[in-house]
């Protein structure tokens, strides 16, 4: 693994990334560098390949895509941190549940960075903290590359989350950052979560964009 690319795009409405993710993930080349995009979403629940209409209690005007990613039900909106990890898999020897680990493993160390003891679930992927979850994972591979990723909270609005069975649990608490520590920063966070993937992946080299490639919008 040598060069990444990572994209800090801001606050940006949901479909339009998700499109470009998946050309990205179908027209790259296997010279193609791998990417990181890093942003906030506009309010919008997310629906997964598995995900059923009853986990849905009442998305009222928050807008409801039905995803190619796994898993069931989320939210998804400003306060949050999203990284879309578009990564050749077989060229950097990473399986699925491998990548799946570095997530958690990351979002626990960045966590900790914090002082905030968060921990994965084997049979609920994600990160907790006391029992609430405080970050949601999602992947989609295809050609042997990962798309989607993971959503932490930082500092958001958790109402949103009632009105949903978040990932298809019913009664699971949510939480966030701001919850448990009183000075945090989105773009601290974003920050230290960036440095963990870049060096526990082992890339030597990392180029930072402002926005996406014209190719992928």
């Known amino acids: 693994m040598s060069t990444l690319i990572i994209r800090e795009l801001g606050l940006q409405p949901y479909q339009p990334i998700w499109q470009a993710m998946q050309h990205f993930t179908d027209t790259r080349t296997p010279e193609q560098p791998d990417e990181l995009w890093l942003l906030q979403h506009e309010p919008v629940f997310t629906q997964g390949q598995a995900g059923k209409e009853e986990h849905l209690l009442a998305p009222g005007d928050i807008p409801v895509v039905k995803v190619d990613r796994g898993g069931q039900v989320t939210y998804h909106g400003p306060g949050q941190l ?3 990890l578009l990564l050749d898999l077989r060229r950097g020897g990473l399986g699925v549940r491998e990548l799946v680990t570095l997530m958690e493993e990351g979002v626990v160390a960045v966590l900790a960075q914090w002082g905030i003891e968060g921990y994965p679930k084997k049979d ?3 990160v907790y903290v006391d029992e609430a979850k405080i970050c949601s ?4 591979v295809r050609r042997g590359c990962s798309f989607h990723g993971l959503a932490l909270n930082v500092d958001m609005d958790l109402t949103p989350f009632q009105r949903i069975n978040p990932c298809g649990y019913a009664g699971l608490q949510m939480t966030h950052m701001r919850n448990l520590v009183s000075d945090v920063k989105l773009e601290s966070v974003t920050q230290a979560l960036e440095k963990y993937l870049i ?7 990392a180029l930072r964009y402002p926005s996406l490639d014209a190719r992928y919008v």
Do not use: F
């Open 82 to 84: 999203i990284a879309y």
């Open 124 to 126: 609920a992927p994600g």
């Open 137 to 140: 994972l999602g992947l989609r």
């Open 199 to 205: 060096e526990r992946i082992g890339y030597t080299q």
